[in-house]
T-cell receptor
Framework: DAGVIQSPRHEVTEMGQEVTLRCKPI?????LFWYRQTMMRGLELLIY????????DSGMPEDRFSAKMPNASFSTLKIQPSEPRDSAVYFC?????????????FGDGTRLSIL | AQSVTQLGSHVSVSEGALVLLRCNYS??????LFWYVQYPNQGLQLLLK??????LVKGINGFEAEFKKSETSFHLTKPSAHMSDAAEYFC????????????FGTGTKLQVIP
């Protein structure tokens, strides 16, 4: 079975540009998560969707960040305008159900560098 | 409220030696506990999980962890380290009721010395 697919794997762009990260969850999974990983802060949950509906976006750092899930097989995380401090690895993860005992399946991440 | 503390951001062991990675949790309700492994340039992969069945949980690649409620611990062990075990390991907790938010620890990087 295909795992969680993220694109692009690497993104380098200049400060002020719009960045869009994409995620395709595992087919049949109802929950989708966006995380950010940095050396300083570790792994941070940005936003969580269940059945395409945002449930908790308290981790979104500021209004420059937005996320959408227009259907069960696709989600985007957008940063506009981007800043150097947004440089990080961004992970998407999905899980089968809205339940605490379900493990999350992670994509391989997008390594974002803002110059 | 829930939290996870991983003791030691870096652990070094010799190949063939015991691996012990420590995790203590805090949770106001019965927890679910997980260990994930992250190899370079990859996402996290599930090693094992505790969901209130057996307290000794066996996972992939020869790892196991024991849930000890009295010590609020969920330490990860492997009897004999292999070079391929070198990676970063994350302990995580979620709650058995309600919202599924998972709290991850800060990670422990395991180095295996030949």
């Amino acid at each position: 079975d295909a795992g969680v697919i993220q694109s692009p794997r690497h993104e380098v762009t200049e400060m002020g540009q719009e960045v869009t990260l994409r995620c395709k969850p595992i087919s049949g999974h109802n929950s989708l998560f966006w995380y950010r990983q940095t050396m300083m802060r570790g792994l941070e949950l940005l936003i969580y969707f269940n059945n395409n509906v945002p449930i908790d976006d308290s981790g979104m750092p500021e209004d420059r960040f937005s996320a959408k899930m227009p259907n069960a097989s696709f989600s985007t995380l957008k940063i506009q305008p981007s800043e150097p401090r947004d440089s990080a690895v961004y992970f998407c993860a999905s899980s089968p159900q809205y339940s605490g005992n379900q493990p999350q399946h992670f994509g391989d991440g997008t390594r974002l560098s803002i110059l | 409220a829930q939290s996870v503390t991983q003791l030691g951001s870096h652990v070094s062991v010799s190949e063939g030696a015991l691996v012990l990675l420590r995790c203590n949790y805090s949770s106001s309700v019965p927890p679910y506990l997980f260990w994930y492994v992250q190899y370079p340039n990859q996402g996290l992969q599930l090693l094992l999980k505790y969901t209130s069945a057996a307290t000794l949980v066996k996972g992939i690649n020869g790892f196991e962890a024991e849930f000890k409620k009295s010590e609020t611990s969920f330490h990860l062990t492997k009897p004999s380290a292999h070079m391929s075990d070198a990676a970063e390991y994350f302990c995580a907790v979620s709650q058995a009721r309600g919202y599924q938010k998972v709290t991850f620890g800060t990670g422990t990087k395991l180095q295996v010395i030949p």
